[in-house]
Each structure stands twice: as C-alpha cells, then as structure tokens.
C-alpha cells in the first residue's frame, strides 16, 4: 500500500521505526520477558500524565476507558459538559450505563466554562462530571484547571470524580493530572501518542480508587481494582497486545528523549503556523478565540471550498486531511491535525499542496 501522511486526528502518523518496534517475536503475556517490559513502561507513562498515581494500561481504545471511568466512579448522578460530538459520546456512555445525569451544553465552538459548571453543581446532588481536554470536533480545548478548581470548590466538591477524555491531546499538549488534581484522565495509542491504535491509558487517583470500592455493578474488563492488582505485578487481567507494547516502549522512550516542554512546544508552534496559514487565505477559525487545540485546527469553511475535493487533491500527492465530523460540522468545516511526531516540514508540504489547489 502506498504511504498516505496522514493530517487527520487519529489515527496518526507512525514513525517507520515504531512500526518496526512491533516486529518482534512474541511473548507470553505471564512471561517474565512481559512483565519486564510492562515495568519499564509504567515510570514512563506516569512521566507523561505528569502523575505519581498509577496509569491503568487497556487493550481497548480511548471509547473503553470513557466507559470504564463511568462504570467505577459514578454513584449518583453525572454532569455531562457538551460543546461537541466526543463530548456527546460521554453522554451517550452514561446513558448507556443506566447512570442518572444532566447535560450541560454550550454552542459548538465554544468552551465550557468553570461558571457554568459551578453553577449546575451548587445543587450539590452530582457525584461526577465529564470533561473533554481537546473537542477533537471543533478544535476547542477547554480550561480544565480552572475548570477542576470550581469543581472543587463547589457543594461536595472534594468528592466530585473529575472525569477527563483527553485522546486527542495528552502526550501533545501540557496535562498535569497530580498538580491539577483530576481523577480519570484518558487517552489513546493513536493520537498524539503517535502509535498504532489498539492501546488505552488512564491515570486514575487514589480517590477515584477508593469510589470505585463502594460501586457494585464495575464489570470485569474494566474493573479499575483489578486493572490496578496486575498492574502492581507488571501484568494485565487479560492478554495484553504485546507487540504494541513493544512499540510503546520505544515511543515513550522517544517521547522522553524529545521532552515533553519541546514536544508542548513543537505541537503549539504547529498550531500557530497552521492558524497562520488559514488566516492567510482568508478562512475562519472554528473554535472560539483563545481556546484554540494544540493538536487539531477546526477551520470554519466560510471559502465553500469542496472539501472532498480537496482532499482528492491531497491524496494524489500522499497526504490526506480531514472534513468536518458528523452530519453538524461536515463540509461547514475542515480539520487539519498537527498532532503527533509529525514535523513543522510535514505542515509546509501540506500547506504548500492546499495553496496550490486554493490557486486552481
Ligand atoms: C478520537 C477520540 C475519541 C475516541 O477515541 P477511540 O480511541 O477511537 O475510542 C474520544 N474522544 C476524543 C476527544 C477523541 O478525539
């Protein structure tokens, strides 16, 4: 198959080195080679989620732990924060799980405000609330801690499971799960982890941990408490996909190497060089002023530029974009992602090949 480079959210571009990371011969997943290689990789995870609290490790995608989060934290009632469609996936999630809620929902493109959440929660009745670090529909990142301290500061906020999606982001943009003082925070391989998809992470608190104690009906394949008694004996309940693993390892190793302020920066820089370049032509940005993602721009497409069009374009020349998601935000905007271990060079080769259809 010919290499397509991709600039869409996930799943992203996967360095030749990390494909070839996963070549190697299989192991037991009760081997001591297993357990020797998940005991490497857990400091680093915690390095990454800037945590010292246990990172739980899921041969699931992101979608697995958002239903975990709610099957272990949630008692009582969960506040759903909505401003886009991955955000409305969590409401679907607690509906699904029979778990009593109420939606707050802001316009498409804005964020989610702590006055707005300290407002809903002074009833004092929710044991939980979902938040989304990066709208991956609208290029919105919302201000989780200013967020997370309003939480806190409001009727049993203490209590409150903080429950925050951030697949699109983490290993890309700054997430200080301890300093911030959150309880779920999840992610996938696929994103800005630049991996092959097929693994989840979720750094989960000691207070999280201790909610889930007092709720009966967890499930088994995403028990936080039996996730966390392997994960103490560098093993998983279930078999783990070790060749990813094997790939984990070498990127986290990358990933570290790189630094995570550069990689903060690498992935801002991009951010900024591609709002530039929209701006150059003319095209609006989606998200609200201020709140724009690290990883994904959201571009209004105030042009009508014939989004599949373009991307045919992108295609005969291996690169390929991303049109709006979902039947609200398809063809009225355009995602380009600048996500992952792709390079400002990937970005100019794009921009250099949007500029030459724009000009046709
Ligand atoms: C991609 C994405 C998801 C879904 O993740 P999967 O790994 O495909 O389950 C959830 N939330 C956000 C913000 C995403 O960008």
Redesign the pocket.
């Known amino acids: 198959m010919p290499h397509i480079k991709l600039f869409i ?2 799943p992203t571009e996967v360095r030749p080195e990390i494909l070839d990371a996963q070549a190697a011969w299989m192991l037991g997943h009760r081997m001591p080679e297993c357990t020797e290689l998940i005991s490497r990789i857990r400091p680093k995870l915690r390095q990454v989620f800037q945590t010292e609290q246990r990172v739980l490790i899921s041969a699931s ?3 697995g732990l958002m239903e975990a989060a709610i099957r272990n934290c949630v008692g009582k009632k969960v506040l759903n924060c909505v401003n886009g469609a ?1 955000s409305q ?1 969590w409401h679907e999630i607690v509906v699904g799980n029979a778990k009593a809620n109420e939606v707050l929902e802001v316009e498409w493109g804005q964020p989610i405000l702590p006055e707005q959440v300290a407002e809903r929660l002074a009833s004092g009745e929710f044991d939980a609330v979902c938040l ?1 670090h ?3 529909s609208t290029g919105v990142t919302n201000p989780i801690p200013e967020l997370a301290q309003a939480i806190r500061q409001s009727p049993n906020g203490d209590q409150i499971m903080i429950l925050v ?1 951030a ?2 982001s983490l290993a890309g943009a700054d997430i200080r799960f301890d300093e911030w003082d959150l309880d779920v925070l999840l992610t ?1 391989t ?2 800005a982890f630049a991996l092959p ?1 097929g693994l ?1 992470f979720a750094a989960v608190s000691d207070r999280a941990m201790e909610k889930a104690k007092t709720i009966p009906d967890r499930g088994w394949y995403f028990d936080f408490l039996t996730l966390e008694k392997y994960l103490v004996k560098d093993q998983t309940p279930s078999t783990t996909v070790v060749s990813l693993m094997f790939a984990l390892d070498k990127q986290l190793d990358d990933i570290l190497a790189e630094g995570l302020e550069n990689r903060f920066a690498r992935h801002l820089a991009m951010r900024d060089r591609t709002i530039a370049w929209g701006k150059g032509h003319g095209i609006e940005i989606f998200a609200a002023a201020g709140y724009e993602s690290p990883t994904v721009t959201c571009f209004s497409n105030n042009l009508n530029i014939d989004i599949s069009g373009m991307n045919k374009f992108l295609r005969e020349r291996g690169m390929i974009m991303s049109n709006g998601y979902g039947s609200k935000l398809k063809n009225v905007t355009f995602r380009i992602a600048h996500m992952g271990d792709l390079q400002m060079s990937d970005m100019e080769e794009l921009f250099a090949a949007m500029d030459e259809y724009l000009a046709a």
Do not use: H, I, L
């Open positions: 959210p996930g995608t992101g979608s991955f996936r989304t990066n709208e991956t999606d697949v699109s996938s696929q994103k998809p989840a």
